[in-house]
């Protein structure tokens, strides 16, 4: 079993920055992929970013991409999601995920996530 806990959440002003972070406990493998994905009242979940293990490899959303990046601390399976030049179309929950294996072709899509964070609201004002 593995364990997600997120936190960072919070209500921020446009052009705001925030730092979310996932801290991954219990059984965890030498090779896998954390997640972030957010999920905004009645839309789809959709994938934002992803860092791979052991390699450090990111991927983005295009709407993510140049404003946010993720980072990953190695000693304490923790990932980070530092947000940057926040819009208001960023309101959304927002959940960290674990995969234990994902090829590249598919780190967006969240039926290959195995464990998931209880999210965390990220409201950006306009």
């Known amino acids: 079993q593995v364990q997600l806990v997120e936190s960072g959440g919070g209500l921020v002003q446009a052009g705001g920055s925030l730092r979310l972070s996932c801290a991954a406990s219990g059984r965890t493998f030498r090779s896998f992929t954390m997640g972030w994905f957010r999920q905004a009242p009645g839309k789809e979940r959709e994938f934002v970013a992803a860092?791979?293990?052991?390699?450090?490899?990111?991927y983005y959303a295009d709407s993510v991409k140049g404003r946010f990046t993720t980072s990953r601390d190695n000693a304490k399976n923790t990932v980070y999601l530092q947000m940057n030049s926040l819009k208001p179309e960023d309101t959304a929950v927002y959940y960290c995920?674990?995969?234990?294996?994902?090829?590249?072709?598919?780190?967006?899509?969240?039926?290959?996530?195995?464990?998931w964070g209880q999210g965390t609201q990220v409201t950006v004002s306009s």
């Open positions: 995920a674990i995969a234990s294996s994902v090829s590249v072709q598919r780190v967006g899509v969240a039926n290959e996530y195995d464990y």
């Open positions: 860092i791979g293990w052991p390699g450090g490899n990111t």
